[in-house]
Every structure is written in structure tokens, then in C-alpha cells.
């Protein structure tokens, strides 16, 4: 899964679910969201379904990951999942378009002006 903002295949932190078709798209790593959102996501309340940057509805859910581990056979292995309660942030279609639109604006490289 790659971070839907910055398109690395690093860390992953959150989950990004579509709501609709309860499909996952992705993920945001960890050093997108404190770009993107700072700690808000992290102690922000988010009980509505609403965007967390306004106030239309959410349709990308943004449960975060978290690790357990489960013992098969004798050995220790550790996995990873995300549960959409309690309640998680969400944004809406606007709001995920920006987020995912600053994956191409870094990939381009710019050129910088010859001095
Ligand atoms: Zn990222
Ligand atoms: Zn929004």
C-alpha cells in the first residue's frame, strides 16, 4: 500500500478507506498526516461523519492501523489491522482530492531557474 499524499511505500500510519464501496485505497503515512494535520487527527473527536477540515460529509475514513500480535502454532506473529470504531476521522471528496493531489506536485520534480 502506498501514502496516498506523498506516494512512498514507506511506514504507514492510517488507513484511507472509501466509505462508500468500504474498499481501502491506501494509506497515510506518519509523516503526512503531522504534515497535513499536525496531532489533530490524533486528539481531535471525531463521533460525526463529517470532514475534518469542513463541514460536508466524509467519504474517506481515515482508521488508524494497529498492530497485535497472534500466536499460530507455537510462534508469535505479529499483523496489523484497523477498525472503523470507535469513530475515525474522514474527509471529504474535496478535501481527500488535495491530499492525494500533492503526490504529483512533489513527484514532478520542479526545475529551479539557472542562476
Ligand atoms: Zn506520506
Ligand atoms: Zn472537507
Not at 69 to 90: F, N, Q
Request: net charge negative; with cysteine.
Amino acid at each position: 500500500m502506498q501514502c496516498v499524499a506523498c506516494g512512498r511505500r514507506s511506514s504507514y500510519n492510517r488507513a484511507v478507506v472509501d466509505t462508500v464501496t468500504d474498499s481501502e485505497i491506501g494509506v497515510l503515512c506518519p509523516e503526512c498526516e503531522h504534515e497535513q494535520f499536525g496531532q489533530m487527527l490524533e486528539t481531535g473527536d471525531w463521533t460525526d461523519d463529517e470532514c475534518v477540515l469542513c463541514d460536508r460529509d466524509g467519504f474517506y475514513a481515515l482508521p488508524e492501523w494497529r498492530a497485535y500480535v497472534v500466536e499460530i502454532d507455537g510462534r508469535r506473529i505479529s499483523r496489523s489491522e484497523y477498525s472503523m470504531e470507535p469513530a475515525c476521522p474522514a474527509l471529504c471528496d474535496k478535501h481527500y482530492g488535495e491530499l492525494s493531489e500533492t503526490t504529483t506536485v512533489r513527484a514532478e520534480n520542479p526545475v529551479s531557474p539557472q542562476p
